[in-house]
């Protein structure tokens, strides 16, 4: 009996999967598990998906259903949002409806486009080579998905919050191949060993109880040889990097967590005891011999420019604790439009004619896409943005070059898209200064989640990442993606590290995500050669009944 032929039964695998893989990222203690949570969704298309009868549009509403059901519980955090008390004149039913508007919303939105993925395993797994060489449809199933996740990557509405590595945030070994080929590599052979399984459970449940044995085989070599590679491959890269490089130069660096959540740090009332509190973090992180101090996002929630009040405060405490500080604030441009900023304060007391400003804004929390269609159908989810108005997009690495080393900025969203940080490193970025808000998220998953983004990113780019976040959680990651410090969330402190200004190009950095580009030439191969055929097979019938007819 085929496993799928129940209608129930698919959507019970689908939710299954979907439901357990989403729990692998929000607690990635588990996060090993996600070599086998994707296994229903593996007997689902490898079952369905490669049937002709089956409608391309049933499999879209399949794939929309399992996508959901993995966002929603990727997305959860959002209910911590609630009651949303940082915006004035919010009223509970109000914030209730914005916030399962932004959880359920989003979660539509990216199962919408990842209904196509299920499409396109379709098209795949239907095609003449899958046909003569079936045992392939895993590996194509999981090139499918490693594109899925890219594409998530290219426009705002596209969020790779959920790519799968994140679930392997605790198990940095076998996160290290990230650095030759990126996440979406790591992406590839999780899909790969899961619909592996699959395809040897299929086999056993559809074909004679002889035949399924060199299925199971192949399935399993396979599946080790995935494991031995992913793993082997990362204790090698793993050891060979666990000393540090002798010839490195290093500085001491510090991340100051002032502890101000939304709902307090917008108030004109906190400023003085911001100020205050990151005086005293700055001078205790210079005592201790930090040389580069970062700030956190916003942590001066106002417009810093030269003659102002908070320029003439930051350039003073720059003076006075010899540090350069990265001070996360507004910038305003000459139209009066304002930018979501890093500042550099020198220890002579000026400000670095570079600002590095935001360059992947937050869709509602520093824009509004569709202002005048949002503002009329939901009013509360355009107040969102805190400014008031739609901040300015950044553009560029905006790289600075101090005296201890070349400095590359992010802020926030900026960390979970890659190619961002490949452009600060091929730019020249030494060290990675990363601030960020998160406070509206108080102490959930959404921390480590994020977290969790910017050691992919120390691995991709194979840079020391200081981490800067207004309540938390703060940290010190090292080139291979290990946390050596970190605050707790909702606390205030400062980590002081000594960490190592790299020049070092890792082979992902010179590639970018090539490994993804080739996926893309090898489906769009097998999907025009099998058009060509059936177009040829066409013409050839047709010129075929026109000869009948003549003679």
Request: aromatic content about 14%; overall charge neutral.
């Amino acid at each position: 009996m085929v496993l799928t032929e129940k209608r129930y039964m698919r959507f019970l695998l689908l939710a299954l999967g979907g439901v357990l893989t989403g729990l692998t990222l929000v607690f990635p203690a588990v996060g090993f598990f996600q070599w086998l949570t994707l296994i229903p969704v593996g007997l689902f298309l490898l079952e369905h998906a490669v049937r002709p009868t089956v409608r391309l549009r049933s499999l879209y509403g399949y794939g929309l259903f399992f996508f959901l059901c993995y966002y929603i519980v990727v997305f959860h955090w959002f209910v911590n949002l609630y009651p949303l008390d940082f915006i004035d004149g919010m009223t509970k039913g109000a914030a209730l409806s914005v916030v399962l508007v932004a959880w359920l919303g989003l979660s539509l939105l990216q199962a919408l486009f990842g209904g196509l993925l299920f499409v396109a395993a379709g098209l795949v797994f239907r095609s003449s080579l899958s046909r003569r060489v079936p045992f392939l449809r895993p590996f194509f199933g999981a090139g499918l998905w490693a594109i899925y996740e890219w594409t998530q990557t290219l426009g705002w509405w596209g969020v790779p919050w959920g790519r799968l590595p994140l679930g392997q945030a605790k198990y940095l070994i076998g996160l290290q191949t990230a650095s030759w080929f990126g996440s979406y590599f790591v992406t590839f052979l999780l899909v790969a060993v899961n619909f592996c399984a699959a395809f040897a459970l299929c086999a056993y449940l559809t074909s004679p109880k002889t035949a399924w044995m060199p299925v199971l085989k192949r399935s399993c070599l396979a599946i080790a040889a995935i494991l031995v590679f992913q793993y082997g491959a990362g204790t090698a890269l793993w050891l060979s990097q666990s000393k540090q490089d002798l010839e490195a130069r290093t500085v001491t660096a510090a991340a100051i967590q002032g502890n101000f959540s939304s709902n307090e740090k917008w108030s004109f009332d906190s400023t003085k005891r911001t100020k205050e509190v990151y005086r005293e973090y700055t001078l205790r992180a210079a005592a201790e011999g930090a040389k580069i101090v970062v700030w956190p996002e916003t942590a001066l929630p106002y417009p810093v420019y030269e003659g102002s009040a908070l320029y003439k405060y930051v350039s003073a405490l720059a003076v006075e604790s010899q540090t350069t500080i990265l001070v996360g604030a507004f910038s305003i441009e000459e139209g009066g439009g304002e930018y979501n900023s890093i500042l550099y304060f020198l220890p002579d007391g000026s400000m670095h004619d570079t600002v590095y400003s935001k360059r992947r804004l937050v869709p509602f929390g520093e824009f509004v896409p569709f202002r005048r269609l949002i503002e009329t159908v939901i009013p509360p989810l355009a107040e969102l943005v805190m400014s008031g108005e739609d901040v300015l997009w950044g553009e560029g690495s905006q790289i600075v070059a101090l005296e201890e080393g070349n400095v590359g900025s992010l802020i926030c969203f900026d960390s979970i898209y890659e190619d961002l940080t490949r452009e600060s490193v091929l730019d020249g970025a030494e060290l990675l200064c990363l601030s960020t808000n998160d406070s509206w998220f108080t102490d959930s998953a959404a921390l480590y989640m994020h977290n969790a983004q910017a050691q992919l990113r120390a691995i991709e780019s194979g840079r020391y990442v200081v981490r800067s976040a207004n309540t938390g959680i703060s940290t010190v990651i090292s080139h291979r993606g290990e946390v050596l410090s970190e605050l707790a969330p909702l606390t205030d402190g400062m980590l002081v590290e000594e960490v190592e200004l790299r020049q070092e190009t890792t082979l992902y950095t010179a590639i970018g995500n090539s490994f993804v580009y080739l996926l893309l030439l090898a489906f769009g191969a097998i999907l025009l050669y099998d058009g060509i055929r059936r177009a040829s097979v066409t013409v050839l019938r047709k010129f075929g009944d026109k000869r009948k007819k003549t003679s």
